[in-house]
Each structure stands twice: as C-alpha cells, then as structure tokens.
C-alpha cells in the first residue's frame, strides 16, 4: 500500500470514527429520552449494536467507547471478525434467521440466539448444547406482521411452540423478537409492537417452567424510540451507529 492510500485510510477511519461517536451519544440521548416518556429506568432498556458489514476496526471503536452488546446476523460473518474483536465484558447474539445446519458452528459462540422460530431449529440447539455442556439462551422469533418474505412463528402457534421449546434441555428461553412491517407511520409500526408486548405479557403470565421473558428484542435503526415507547427492553440499532452499510 503507497504512502498516499495509507493516509488516505487513516483519513477514512478517523472521520467514520467520529460519525460513530456522534451516532451513538445521540442513540443514548433518545433511549433515554424514549424511557422517560415510559416512565421507565434508563437502564432497562439494552442497547444492541448490529454489527452486519461493519469491520472489525469500526466495531471496536464502538466497544471502546461503551457499547457491551452486539448483534451479528450471518453465523460465518460472526466467526470471521471474531478473533479480530474486543469482545472482554461484551454479549454476543446472533439475531439473523439461523439454519439447522449452522447451529453446531454457533453453539458456545454467543451467549444468545434470538431468531429461533421452529421446534426444529430449537431441537437442534438443544441437542448440540447438551453436548457441549452448555445451555443456550434463545428468544423465539415471530412474525408479528404474518408476511411471507420473513421468517418467525406466526402468532396463534407461539404458545405451543414456547412449551414445546421449553422442554428441551440445554435451551432457556429468555423472550421474544420480531422485525415488523415497514410502516408509513409511526402510529402504524406502534400498533405492531403493541401487538407484541400484548404477546409477550401474555406468555409471561402463564409462568411456564423455562421460559423467563426477560427480553423483549424489538425496534431498529428506524423505529426503536416507539419500540420502546411500547414496551421493548433491547433495541438493535445498526445503521444508526456505524452509517449506511456497505456491501
């Protein structure tokens, strides 16, 4: 590399750093602010910095400046930066749709896997986790606004998939995640995360042996002041941080 793409990178990273410190302060300040009008503590909600197509680099610049949770969507994505990132005192989730023949990659890789959104991928998580003397946190995906292109349980079988997952052993199940529609309006993306914490409330009342819904994984770059606003307590935020993805 000449002297002149050297600097001309160093450039690059120090500018995309700085939008990176400006990004998050100004994320902080709207959780915050989001919380208060929910007459909640500051620090129920989490924070989750997505971290698909960020470089290593990026991502612990964000570490060191507080961010403690991430979230990857692709397992062999994750795998690749892994060694390369400063994850001392930092969760990792995989939060993109897992398939079953990735599981054994994952397993004992993050702390949580929040896109399970079928017996058999939980099967599988379970079986792998069990052998590895592990147990693996788990949200179950659902596809709260019923669209086909996207994956997750629908609503009426979330129940029954909550017990039935909830028997396995090596898998805990700490709550629920969803992705919405892309909505016009705010008060149209409310309505589906409304529909969500109605969910949520609801399998937590039922006080089922395992399952612990402790996380409500809702809200993104876009929406994640109204996701808290209706009841979410872990908003991914990607673009938001790190700027618009590049490919």
């Avoid at 062999?76 to 930092?90: A, H, I, M, R, Y």
């Amino acid at each position: 590399m000449t002297e002149k793409s050297l600097n001309d990178l160093e450039q690059y990273r120090t500018q995309r750093c700085r939008s990176i410190e400006d990004n998050y302060k100004e994320i902080l300040d709207n959780i915050a602010r989001a919380t208060a009008k929910r007459n909640v503590e500051n620090g129920d909600v989490k924070f989750m910095a997505v971290t698909k197509t960020v470089e290593p680099y990026f991502i612990n610049h964000a570490l060191s400046l507080g961010v403690d949770l991430i979230g990857e969507n692709r397992v062999q994505e994750f795998l690749g930066k892994k060694p390369e990132l400063n994850l001392d005192g930092v969760d990792a989730h995989l939060i993109g749709h897992l398939q079953t023949n990735k599981v054994k990659q994952i397993v004992g890789e993050v702390s949580t896997i929040q896109s399970v959104d079928s017996l058999k991928v939980a099967q599988e998580i379970s079986k792998v986790s069990q052998s590895r003397g592990l147990t693996t946190n788990v949200l179950v995906e659902v596809n709260i606004g019923d669209e086909l292109s996207k994956s997750g349980i629908e609503q009426n079988e979330l129940t029954e998939l909550c017990h039935e997952i909830a028997e396995l052993p090596g898998v805990k199940v700490e709550g629920l995640m969803a992705i919405p529609p892309i909505c016009e309006t705010s008060a149209e993306v409310r309505g589906f995360f409304a529909e969500m914490y109605k969910l949520f409330i609801d399998i937590s009342s039922k006080k089922i042996d395992n399952i612990y819904m402790q996380i409500l994984s809702m809200g993104m770059t876009s929406d994640y002041e109204d996701a808290i606003l209706e009841g979410a307590n872990l908003v991914r935020v990607g673009s938001g941080l790190f700027g618009a993805r590049i490919y």
